[in-house]
């Protein structure tokens, strides 16, 4: 019966270590959501841009300006936009550098500019 007792609270213990590590793992509302397959620039890329970078390329901030979908679109297109927040290439300090961006947001910016750069 003591047996028993151990293994159970053994297994007990080791449910509740797997469910810890588990738990913590950190997901995004991104990272959970139905893929994108459509990307456009006002439901899935201004979000995005809004959240990690107008902080510092706004009106008054740091060259390319990125607070409309013109200069969001023109720093995709003839900027290095994509080069910069996408890990994979070498073109320069990854943006934001206040931590990448997730690989599935680099992935629609790069869907958005194949599909044409879609503003609605």
């Not at 023109?74 to 320069?92: F, M, Y």
């Amino acid at each position: 019966m003591k047996n028993m007792k151990k293994i159970i609270v053994l297994f007990g213990l080791t449910l509740t270590v797997a469910l810890f590590i588990y738990s913590c793992n950190s997901s995004t509302y991104d990272e959970i959501s139905v893929p994108v397959t459509n990307p456009t620039y006002e439901a899935n890329i201004a979000p995005t841009i809004k959240a990690n970078c107008t902080g510092c390329h706004s009106n008054n901030g740091q060259y390319p300006k990125l607070t409309d979908y013109s200069s969001v679109k023109d720093a995709a297109q003839n900027g290095n936009l994509i080069c910069r927040i996408d890990k994979s290439q070498a073109c320069g300090q990854i943006m934001p550098p206040s931590g990448s961006l997730s690989g599935i947001m680099v992935e629609r910016i790069k869907l958005w500019k194949e599909q044409g750069y879609i503003q609605n």
